[in-house]
């Protein structure tokens, strides 16, 4: 599957219903997804690989990640609704995907790679640090979507944990006016994406 054919089938996914802000529930981009998860192909971490969404909301990462040839891919979220989505959407698109709903730090299992976009952490402080450290503990490669300010503190994060920032990525992001404290009708950020090792 060529990327652009990728992004089309997961332009097909859903966005959240009703999405919850205490979890940061915002949907990762078509055109972000398909360009980290085509990366990660090259690279050799999708295809006959197991590979973790962690945060999964509704499956952008682990449904590319199985359309791409994963030998195992699993979603996980704590949300059951982004869940229900998501099986919908995989079921739609022919995905082989396992969703399980927990909270990230209960994930006991590895996996050879890891795709996520974790909360920013605007709501709640250092609330991507759970989703870092179980990353880290359960995969030699981690493909990760931050806030492009904080670059410096996941590199740094990384070394603490014996690990490094081996490439990084950015993008600008359209965040649509969302929530009720979101005062814009759309705001445009910068992310970056890392690759963990």
Known sequence: MRKKELEMALQRIPPFEDPDPSLEQYPTPAPIAADIIYRAYSAGDIAGMKVMDLGCGTGVFCIGAALMGAGMSVGYDIS??????????????????????????????????????????????????????????????????????????????????????????????????????????????????????
């Open 80 to 197: 059951q609704k982004a869940l229900g989505i998501a099986r919908k959407a995989a079921d739609e698109l022919g995905a082989d995907v396992e969703l399980r709903l927990s909270d990230v730090r209960d994930v006991s299992e590895g996996a050879d790679t890891v795709l996520m976009n974790p909360p920013f952490g605007s709501q709640k402080r250092n609330a991507d640090r759970p989703f870092l450290d179980k990353a880290m503990e359960s995969a030699e490669k981690v493909y990760s979507i931050h806030m492009a300010g904080t670059l410096e503190f996941v590199k740094g994060y990384a070394e603490e944990k014996g690990r490094r920032v081996t490439d990084c990525r950015l993008y600008k992001y359209v965040i649509p006016h969302t929530f009720s404290f979101h005062t814009k009708a759309k705001q445009t950020v910068e992310i970056v994406s890392v690759v963990i090792e």
